[in-house]
């Protein structure tokens, strides 16, 4: 049974290091942040159906959500707040910019 966990774990873990080096992931949720700003600029229900969706799902289908897309997660939640609306923005473009800086490629990084 170790055997086959480690063997999981090693593979998974080996293909989100891929996926983060090559830039696929930033890719991805660069796309996800992309739509967000699309869905608050252009309609704001959207966001709103997006969330009502999310928590009808399931609570583990949820909890994957969350660990998946957790950045974005984290910026549905806050844009769904009672907040004011500077302190979204605020907390809302801070994620994406983190989540992206975090996922940005080396080779885009400089030389290290």
Known sequence: MDAI???LATGLGSTIGWLAESGVLFVMFGAMW???AIAVIGSQPSIDEVW???RSW???VQLLAWILVLPVMAGLWVWETTWPLLVRL???LGLAGWNLMIL???ALQGAR
Do not use: A, D, H, S
């Open 104 to 106: 940005l490629p080396r």
């Open 34 to 36: 992309v739509g967000f």
């Open 58 to 60: 399931p609570l583990i």
């Open 90 to 92: 605020v907390v809302v």
């Open 5 to 7: 966990i480690e063997t």
């Open 52 to 54: 009502q969706t999310i």
